[in-house]
């Protein structure tokens, strides 16, 4: 079977499920070459670049990779699609599962090789993964830090049955809800794809206010104010209103600090609205309507009771989706990954209709 032997309760075959986080792992730089020009293989063997600086997921950190999830060919975890097919969308049952292949062009200075590197990434992800398994949805990797160039890697895939979301990193140069990023948006708004912000990213710049971290353990934990100001950023800037069909999924940051921040932008607001005129709503308004939240890491105790009191906080039953975030270790059991004894009906919208509704599957 895998990590586990046995599924938990919440598995059944009349309920559906989504899962929201899967990461497809690039093995190695290597692996792209079949997919990139000549002159940028040249290239990156005669200048021994190595592929994009990625260290969101440090290979000997704990939260990294579950156990047995190695493939027999010893590469990263996540990057073998029978291990991934068998440990995920067969283990769940799932209806669907969507990769967030977290391969960061972000960090390559050479734009027009991050460019490149990821037009390569989401043609392997087309021949290794989406065709073989049609119950894979992917991400697209976009060079985000040039949007003009990501906007259009969005215009050569978008319209791939396959793809149904943009994929950027929450830690970037500039914050998203920035005029900087609109033909990203608007390309995939155009497109009817969703934006997923999800954990890591290494734009070059300090991961809190405060400067750099020492620790791992500052950077993992640390992460969830990061997403908090892109939030912030998104509604404030009137992204929203720019594009009213936008809609962005927080992938991997947790969402117990989600109503906290609801209600002190919504409090702040009231009394500073006439900064932003362009906001013509309260911002948990925008929240609510137009962003989701996968649900690992759980940053609440796996209780009902505490799910629902969240729940409640953030006036929602529509804002959370089921996510594994396989292959990295963010609960022991199964049955952590969902708390056992929630509503019925809420049980399914978390599963698989909240997905079903932002994703338009």
Known sequence: MGTWDTKPSFVRSDWPLIDCDIHNTVPSLETLYPYLPDYWCDYCRESAFGGPEMGDYPKGAATTALPDTTPPSDGPA???????????????????????CAYRVQTVHNEDLAATLASATNDWQV??????????????????????????????????PGFVQVTLPVRSLIPYGNRHYDPIYEAAVRHNLAIGIQYGGAPG??????GWFSTYLEEYAGMGQVFQ???????????????PDLRVALIEGGFTWMPSVMWRIDKEWRGLRHNTPWVKRLPSEYMREHMRLT?????????????????????SDEMLMFSTDYPHWQFDSPEEALPIGLPESLTKKILAENARAF???
């Open 295 to 315: 649900l690992q890491p759980m940053d609440a105790p796996p209780e009902p009771k505490e799910l629902l009191r969240m729940i409640g906080q953030l006036d």
């Open 127 to 160: 021949e290794h993964w989406l065709e073989p398994e049609p119950r894979l949805r992917a991400s697209l990797v976009v060079p985000s830090q040039n949007p003009p160039l990501a906007a259009r890697e969005i215009e050569r895939l978008g319209n791939h």
């Open 229 to 243: 100001a892109q939030v912030i950023s998104l509604v404030a800037e009137g992204a929203f209103d720019r594009f």
């Open 205 to 210: 710049i300090p991961p809190s206010p405060s």
């Open 359 to 361: 994703y338009r599957l």
């Open 78 to 100: 996540g990057s073998d699609l029978e291990l991934l097919r068998d440990q995920t969308l067969d283990f769940w049952e799932a209806e669907y599962g969507l990769l967030t």
